[in-house]
């Protein structure tokens, strides 16, 4: 059963809002899942009091060159009245990866606690995905009476396969040199790592290869290795500083 697209129906035609979709998507997706995207109970209990906004009209995509690399989701819509507020977009959460490489999101917000002025407004969103998921192609954020979908060009895909990490080369590689980011992750390394040895701290940027003969974790081909990072910036201090 293609669960997602039989589901769309359920967002059209009437308000839905998320304890609708609490309920709907795990039945549609054949499974006991919830749609919640990363978050606390505090979180969730405010996103299950939120609404779909009436319709959306552009949906945007894109990889950030970002440490680490980054999905960034902008989407604008319509609301029916005025007084909506704390627009989001919630991922559907999936038991197995849609076969057509898109993924999909409700497009929500708060609406006015007491009676609003009926003028259709203008509302944006951007959500941040910091985990990609493999042979993910596009997004299709769904709306009260609509949905929209984007595609990753291919220039978006082959940029997904960068990588752009920060950690500390070791003495662990038997055939090639080896490094481990923050995250204590295994990495090999191709190509020249510019005098740079085994205890010393950098970053890394480059491609990770499908194939590798270094028989050791994710191998990739290094573009660049230094101890600033001028091809990426930590995504970290940036959403400090918003």
């Known amino acids: 059963m293609n669960g997602i697209n039989k589901g769309v129906s359920l967002f059209t035609g009437a308000r839905v809002n998320l304890r609708h979709m609490a309920v709907c998507l795990p039945l549609l997706l054949a499974a006991p899942a919830e749609v919640w995207a990363d978050g606390d109970a505090a979180d969730q209990r405010q996103s299950a009091a939120k609404s779909m906004v009436y319709r959306v009209d552009n949906v945007q995509v894109n990889i950030l060159e970002s440490y680490p690399p980054m999905l960034e989701i902008r989407a604008e819509g319509m609301i029916p009245t005025a007084g909506w507020s704390n627009a989001e977009l919630v991922a559907f959460q999936y038991i197995q990866a849609p076969p057509d490489g898109i993924y999909d999101f409700g497009f929500v917000a708060m609406p006015p606690d007491q009676p609003a002025a009926e003028v ?119 959403q400090n500083a918003d």
């Open 120 to 238: 259709i407004s203008s509302m944006s969103v951007t959500y941040r995905m910091a985990v990609i998921p493999d042979g993910l192609k596009g997004v299709r954020v769904h709306a009260e009476s609509n949905s929209k979908a984007a595609m990753l060009g291919e220039s978006d895909v082959s940029q997904s396969k960068k990588v752009c990490l920060k950690g500390r080369l070791t003495e662990e590689g038997v055939e090639c040199p080896a490094f481990r980011d923050t995250q204590g992750r295994l990495y090999t390394l191709g190509g020249d790592l510019s005098g740079y040895r085994p205890g010393d701290d950098v970053y890394v940027t480059g491609e990770a290869a499908e194939y590798s003969f270094c028989m050791q974790g994710v191998t990739i081909s290094v573009d660049y290795i230094g101890a600033s990072a001028p091809n990426c910036y930590d995504v970290t201090q940036q």
